[in-house]
């Protein structure tokens, strides 16, 4: 894979190589040229002429093509910032909802306590990441032997689910609902799987940790909140749904499956510069103007040294067989992206 990419790169350098080589050799033949046959001047003088012409032409027609790239990128972009608020809104209202049960009392009795006083500064990141050996805390919490049926890891994560950034370890009492994620929560989010623990407990070993999480001690008015706070996420997928375990196995499913990887997916697309093939082709427009359009113009306007033609001609010339050479590779990549 290496030795490809190396090749690979080696190919795209061969075209800027050889009209390097074209420039340097025709301005160092057109030069001898001049200084051999001073007439040649008017000949120069055509061929300037004509190079001015073809630099406009193909200015003209790049500087279409960027504006076009730049409209399509922008209406991309515009799309995808749409689904993205689409898709944040739903993680608020998830987000919402663990709330509503972290604070509930189905938990088991002193497991809050528990948690929240001796490991109030262990998070669910640093657990999961024990083998990195970032945190003794994470270590001295998995090597002690808990009371709590195993419900602790789930409580840990519903905590990780309720921050904004992974370096926090307090929840506040009233969360924050920023207007987009820190790249850095969403990704630890999709890593670990956030979300999962809903399907994991409440659906595959809810019958290992019923007598552990009891559903009927959150109160019936947080129940029909969190209900309608599942409605606001997915209608059709929780349309005639009620608060009890199959419903909070399947809310964590489809949040870990789908609301979450795509709120990373988009923050991505959203947070991306424009593609190096546009800086790419904005630097042959910028050389084309200078070389072929604004050099001769002011050659001919100030009646300089024919050096400054000699230069021109050769750079142009230069640039469009660049251009030619390139062009296929310009085209692959384009298909690529």
């Known amino acids: 894979?290496?030795?490809?990419?190396?090749?690979?790169?080696?190919?795209?350098?061969?075209?800027?190589?050889?009209?390097?080589?074209?420039?340097?050799t025709l301005g160092y033949l057109l030069w001898s040229k001049l200084n051999r046959t001073p007439e040649f001047i008017s000949t120069l003088n055509s061929i300037l002429n004509t190079a001015l012409i073809v630099s406009g032409i193909l200015a003209v027609v790049i500087m279409f093509y960027l504006a076009t790239i730049v409209i399509n990128l922008r209406n991309t972009r515009n799309s995808i910032v749409s689904d993205l608020d689409n898709v944040t809104q739903k993680m608020h209202n998830f987000r919402n909802?663990?709330?509503?049960?972290?604070?509930?009392?189905?938990?088991?009795?002193?497991?809050?306590?528990?948690?929240?006083?001796?490991?109030?500064?262990?998070?669910?990141?640093?657990?999961?990441?024990?083998?990195?050996?970032?945190?003794?805390?994470?270590?001295?919490?998995?090597?002690?032997?808990?009371?709590?049926?195993?419900?602790?890891?789930?409580?840990?994560?519903?905590?990780?689910?309720?921050?904004?950034?992974?370096?926090?370890?307090?929840?506040?009492?009233?969360?924050?609902?920023?207007?987009?994620?820190d790249k850095a929560i969403v990704e630890k989010w999709l890593e670990h799987k956030c979300g999962s623990g809903l399907w994991y407990?409440?659906?595959?070993?809810?019958?290992?940790?019923?007598?552990?999480?009891?559903?009927?001690?959150?109160?019936?008015?947080?129940?029909?909140?969190?209900?309608?706070?599942?409605?606001?996420?997915?209608?059709?997928?929780?349309?005639?749904?009620?608060?009890?375990?199959?419903?909070?196995?399947?809310?964590?499913?489809?949040?870990?499956?789908?609301?979450?990887?795509?709120?990373?997916?988009?923050?991505?697309?959203a947070a991306q510069k424009l593609p190096k093939m546009v800086n790419y082709i904005f630097i042959i427009f910028i050389t084309l103007v200078i070389s072929g359009v604004l050099l001769p113009l002011v050659y001919q306007l100030f009646e300089l040294h024919p050096f400054l033609a000699i230069i021109s001609v050769s750079i142009t010339i230069g640039i469009i067989f660049?251009?030619?050479?390139?062009?296929?590779?310009?085209?692959?990549?384009?298909?690529?992206?």
């Open 322 to 337: 660049y251009i030619t050479t390139s062009f296929y590779q310009f085209l692959t990549k384009e298909i690529e992206v």
């Open 1 to 24: 894979m290496g030795n490809k990419s190396f090749i690979k790169d080696i190919l795209a350098l061969i075209p800027l190589i050889l009209s390097g080589v074209l420039v340097i």
């Open 201 to 269: 407990y409440f659906g595959y070993k809810f019958a290992t940790y019923k007598s552990a999480l009891d559903l009927e001690a959150v109160y019936e008015r947080h129940q029909d909140k969190i209900m309608t706070l599942a409605q606001s996420i997915d209608s059709e997928t929780f349309e005639d749904s009620s608060f009890n375990e199959v419903f909070l196995s399947k809310l964590g499913e489809y949040m870990n499956k789908d609301v979450i990887p795509k709120l990373h997916q988009f923050q991505t697309f």
């Open 97 to 181: 909802i663990i709330d509503l049960l972290y604070r509930s009392k189905m938990w088991l009795p002193g497991l809050k306590q528990y948690l929240d006083e001796e490991y109030s500064n262990l998070n669910f990141f640093e657990v999961k990441e024990f083998y990195k050996g970032y945190s003794k805390l994470a270590i001295e919490f998995l090597q002690e032997n808990h009371p709590y049926q195993d419900t602790e890891n789930l409580y840990l994560e519903f905590k990780a689910l309720l921050l904004t950034s992974p370096k926090e370890k307090i929840i506040t009492e009233n969360i924050r609902y920023p207007r987009h994620y």
